[in-house]
């Protein structure tokens, strides 16, 4: 550093920022009591699939779904971030098809989880049905880490 006769460290931060989207599908199976009686059939969740990355998204429910007595059935979307990062402000905007939400927005604990209760319309099964349920976040997610930044002093000529 010009003039300066002593080399100086100044303590930083690097920031990487990465723009991911997470998706999950998921495939849940509502049975009819005459089903589950005749064939044993239970429903519930079938398959489910989260893209890669550092938020995982899952759904879940009771084991046995049954049509009938109601035509709302509870599911829960759950939301864990798994990476060392963080993501900006811990809040996720969710779009979900295939389920109904009160909310759309996730905020995220300690800026590790967060869930949503929903429900899917499960009216009009005569015996089974598959009802597809999708949601999809995109969001800017930030790796920090601690640097030294040495200025050196000026060589003397």
């Not at 920031?15 to 998921?26: F, G, H, M, P, V």
């Not at 509502?30 to 239970?42: A, F, I, K, M």
């Not at 402000?89 to 800026?111: F, H, P, Q, V, W």
């Not at 949503?116 to 049905?129: P, Q």
């Amino acid at each position: 550093a010009p003039g300066k006769s002593n080399d100086m460290t100044y303590p930083g931060y690097v920031r990487l920022k990465y723009n991911y989207e997470t998706t999950l599908d998921a495939q849940i199976q509502v049975v009819t009591n005459e089903e589950l009686r005749q064939t044993g059939h239970t429903g519930g969740i079938i398959s489910q699939g989260s893209t890669a990355g550092p938020v995982s998204i899952a759904l879940t429910t009771q084991s046995t779904i049954l049509s009938g007595g109601t035509q709302r059935f509870p599911v829960q979307i759950s939301i864990q971030n798994i990476g060392s990062g963080k993501i900006r402000g811990d809040k996720l905007y969710l779009t979900i098809t295939g389920a109904t939400c009160l909310r759309s927005e996730a905020i995220l604990i300690e800026g590790k989880s967060a869930s949503l209760s929903c429900y899917i319309n499960t009216g009009g099964v005569s015996d089974l049905k598959n009802f597809p349920v999708t949601v999809r976040t995109s969001y800017e997610y930030w790796i920090e880490s601690p640097i030294s930044i040495s200025v050196l002093k000026t060589p003397q000529f």
